[in-house]
């Protein structure tokens, strides 16, 4: 079983403040997704990253998947208090659709 | 477009009963996942589908759980019988072809089992 650690678990900051969400493994991943839920909501896709160091940028946040393609990293600059939710990290491997989710990053942003 | 239906949104059963979920994918979307989620934490495969068959189900109480999807559209997933532990979130996805397709969830249905 591929396993997804996301760290930190939880994370409180101030709006206006910068973090960054990690995502690691010891297996490699042909890709990883990064996806944010909200309080009763399914996860929605915010990217999608394929290749090894490649760096993604969405508005304020900036994607980034490790080199050898078993980690990534997420930071958002200037949060604001509607950057609140559950950022979950998923890898997919080989060929099959297996999609395989972090265990998430609890993200509260106070105004 | 609609997207994943999920129903129903919630249910609370007493240990012991069965519980069925019912979902209904994005149109032709070939893969469907059923996923378990409990508070705060990731989702946790229960079972995949490629149309109509089962391609891993690895993670799948077989014991209380059972999953079918005829004719490779929608999906229910069953627990006989439920256990206080199975109280959780479940989540259905579905996604099209290709690789590294994005998965499209429902809203997901939270059982409780008092």
């Known amino acids: 079983t591929q396993l997804l650690e996301q760290s930190p678990q939880f994370l409180s900051i101030q709006e206006g403040e910068n973090l960054t969400v990690y995502c690691n493994s010891s297996?490699?991943?042909?890709?990883l997704q990064w996806y944010r839920q909200e309080p009763g909501e399914g996860p929605v896709l915010l990217v999608t990253?394929?290749?090894?160091?490649e760096v993604k940028k969405l508005k304020r946040l900036t994607f980034q998947f490790g080199d050898a393609r078993k980690d990534s990293s997420l930071h958002i600059t200037a949060a604001q208090t509607g950057d609140t939710g559950l950022y979950l990290c998923?890898?997919?491997?080989?060929?099959?659709?297996?999609?395989?989710f972090g265990s998430g990053t609890q993200l509260t942003v106070l105004p | 477009e609609a997207g994943v239906v999920q129903s129903p949104r919630y249910k609370i059963i007493e240990k012991k009963q069965p519980v069925a979920f019912w979902c209904n994918p994005i149109?032709?979307?070939?893969?469907l996942y059923w996923y378990l989620q409990n508070l705060g934490q990731g989702p946790e495969l229960l079972i995949r589908?490629?149309?109509?068959?089962?391609?891993?189900d690895s993670q799948l109480p077989k014991d209380r759980f059972s999953a079918e999807r005829l004719k490779g559209v929608d999906s229910t997933l069953k627990i006989q019988p439920a256990e206080l532990g199975d109280s959780a979130v479940y989540l259905c996805?579905?996604?099209?072809?290709?690789?590294?397709?994005?998965?499209?969830f429902g809203q997901g249905t939270r059982l409780t089992v008092v």
């Open positions: 990253v394929v290749t090894g160091g």
């Open positions: 589908y490629e149309n109509e068959e089962a391609v891993d």
């Open positions: 297996s490699v991943f042909s890709s």
């Open positions: 996805a579905s996604s099209g072809t290709g690789l590294n397709t994005e998965a499209f």
């Open positions: 998923a890898g997919s491997s080989g060929s099959a659709r297996q999609l395989t």
């Open positions: 149109s032709g979307h070939n893969t």
